[in-house]
């Protein structure tokens, strides 16, 4: 989540709708610009009884923090708190309850990403070993109530806390128990945007599905494969979901803008403080009738802000977000962005992946979005298939799309290597979460306290 310390100083007003367009039309690429950053989070965790640290506790979430400055990460302080951290490999940050992610740079290749995400873990395992800390990965908390975790010192968390209860039941599990991988990707045009979009939003619930981690809930079978991705559907109606519209003719910049001035607001960010909006309207920011602001208008690095609080499957700023899968360990943080860089990074695999997609209806498409949590790969796609069915085709146009990139490692390897975990879960037709079920009912009798051995990194 978007870490801010500072109101630019030179941050213009918004004066025009061409300035709401602004960040959507400064994201255009060419091919030969397009870059691929993943972000990934993970559970931090006591070592000796699984308890999750605090922030300012002994050998907890700050040291965390500090410790790795020792690898050349510079702090971010918010308020006097060390929050976040800034270095060549990205931003490290924390999540509400503590939860540890590397928002990783913008990179060429998929050989550099995981490379990426190798060195971090490399270096949050040394540091955790000498704190007593171990990282979990996983889509959500598999024994932790609410009330067990703690609170990360962040200004907007405390906003976000307070409305969550306002607008649904599950948006506090959403902040403080789960756990996600996401892919950021660039695009040429607006065309390109848009049928990127739509291939994405479509086939979101595959990579539901394929990452689905979370079937546990306080320790016991939860009934879901993705719990997770269930939490989505009652955390904030009017900022999550499959945006229908964006599969209307005609869709794109423009129809987004009116999607996002009508998600209502969390926060405005002042001289260094987050004041409290959560429920206002932008369009009366625009107006100058905020109520938390009475007469001011918004600086550009608000809508930015705002971009960033709207919640869907896939989301647009000056890329597209990836946000369908759940937490996981190394090989699945890799598999991911070579699911989505197959797909999206090569036009004769984009379309392919279209024409997979392309006449399915919105109630078609919601229908699957809704079973995929619960049925994984054995929920059916229009026409009678079974999504493990797709995913065989859809890992074959993805691999061709990377094959087609001609990306090779010092050892002369395509990408197409970092789709075998994936390869593997659509073969066996069970997703990550069946085979930690099988674990629980059979070997561990009943002891969710094995998945820390088992799923830790």
Known sequence: MTTRTATARFDPLIETRDDLLAPFAKGEKPKERWRIGTEHEKFVYRLDDHRAPSYDEPGGIRDL?????????????????????????????LEPAGQLELSGAPLVDLHQTCAEAG??????????DRLGLGFLGLGMWPDKRREDLPVMPKG?????????????????????????????????????MAQKFRVGLALQPLATA??????????????????????????????TGMLPFVFEDGFGYDRYIDYALDVPMYFVFRDGKYIDAAGMSFRDFLDGRLPALPGEKPLRSDWIDHLSTAFPEVRLKSFLEMRGADGGRWSRICALPALWVGLLYDQGALDAAWDEVKHWTLAERQQLRDAVPKLGLKATIPGGETLQQLGQRVLGIAESGLNARAAHNFAGDTE?????????????????????????????????SHIYDEMSF
Not at 158 to 186: A, F, K, S
Not at 217 to 225: A, D, H, Y
Not at 418 to 437: M, N
Request: aromatic residues 8%; proline residues 5%; negative net charge.
């Open 416 to 448: 197409s290597g970092f789709l075998d975990t994936l390869r593997d879960i659509v073969a066996r037709g069970s997703t990550p979460a069946e085979l930690l079920l099988e674990r629980f009912h059979g070997q561990w009798q009943g002891d969710v």
């Open 119 to 128: 060195r971090h873990l490399e270096q949050v395992k040394a540091v955790g």
């Open 210 to 239: 394929l990452f689905a981690s979370s079937p546990f809930t306080e320790g016991k079978p939860n009934g879901f494969l993705s719990f997770r991705s269930h939490i989505w559907s009652d955390t904030d109606p009017a900022r």
């Open 65 to 93: 923090l500090m410790g790795l400055t020792e690898y050349g990460w510079a702090p971010v302080v918010e308020n006097g708190n060390v929050i976040a951290l800034a270095g060549p490999d990205g931003n490290v940050s």
């Open 156 to 192: 907007r968390y405390e906003i976000m806390l307070r409305h969550m209860p306002r607008v649904g039941t599950l948006g506090l599990d959403m902040m403080l128990r789960t756990c996600t991988i996401q892919v950021n990707l660039d695009y040429s045009s607006e065309a390109d």
